[in-house]
T-cell receptor, first 112, second 113 residues
Framework: QQPVQSPQAVILREGEDAVINCSSS?????VHWYRQKHGEAPVFLMI?????EQKGHEKISASFNEKKQQSSLYLTASQLSYSGTYFC?????????????FGKGTLLTVNP | EAQVTQNPRYLITVTGKKLTVTCSQN?????MSWYRQDPGLGLRQIYY???????DKGDVPEGYKVSRKEKRNFPLILESPSPNQTSLYFC????????????FGQGTRLTVV
């Protein structure tokens, strides 16, 4: 099952903050985050491996709440270069399920 | 340079004409997979491979075949393409499916008429 992302789209002005959420109906063991710019391939941002773990990349950070089966991506003081579609990915539990399933994406537009 | 290479980048074909999209990675990754991307539906996994000769269905496998005879290559085969397979396709590879970064190819835009 695809994880559910919200919002579907968000428009910001440069310098504003945004939060993108990713939730799953199944237990999460890790969460991946990727960004895809228009016409390009998705590019890795970060992986969160343990419950409660937070990671950051410049002004983009993320948290992972195992109990709530959700993760959030935080974009602080957004820049024009942050525009794109953000995907979260949730791996299967192993055993017979080695899928890596992505959500439908969140389109982020940063305007000057 | 570490990369995943897909070919072709663009392809227009007719219904029923068998085609193969190639994917090759130079990072010695064990896990490879194919996704299709359609507007509003995100990235949906078609097939994946844990290693040579080990493949399994993803979420949307109907109408597709794959093989993994060598570690570096993971071709996607459409035996009898139909218009509903018109889509943007991405190949991806990583060391593991769960806790390592996935590298994506540049994509193949397929149109079936």
């Amino acid at each position: 099952q695809q994880p559910v992302q919200s919002p579907q789209a968000v428009i910001l002005r440069e310098g504003e903050d945004a939060v993108i959420n990713c939730s799953s109906s199944k237990a999460l063991y890790s969460v991946h985050w990727y960004r895809q710019k228009h016409g390009e391939a998705p590019v890795f941002l970060m992986i969160l491996l343990k419950g409660g773990e937070q990671k950051g990349h410049e002004k983009i950070s993320a948290s992972f709440n195992e109990k709530k089966q959700q993760s959030s991506l935080y974009l602080t003081a957004s820049q024009l270069s942050y525009s794109g579609t953000y995907f979260c990915g949730t791996p299967g539990s192993g055993g017979s399920n080695y899928k890596l399933t992505f959500g439908k994406g969140t389109l982020l537009t940063v305007n000057p | 340079e570490a990369q995943v290479t897909q070919n072709p980048r663009y392809l227009i074909t007719v219904t029923g004409k068998k085609l193969t999209v190639t994917c090759s990675q130079n990072m010695n990754h064990e896990y490879m997979s194919w996704y299709r991307q359609d507007p509003g539906l995100g990235l949906r996994q078609i097939y994946y491979s844990m290693n040579v000769e080990v493949t399994d269905k993803g979420d949307v496998p109907e109408g597709y075949k794959v093989s993994r005879k060598e570690k570096r290559n993971f071709p996607l085969i459409l035996e009898s393409p139909s218009p509903n397979q018109t889509s943007l396709y991405f190949c991806a590879s990583s060391f593991s499916y769960s806790n390592t970064e996935a590298f994506f190819g540049q994509g193949t835009r397929l149109t079936v008429v």
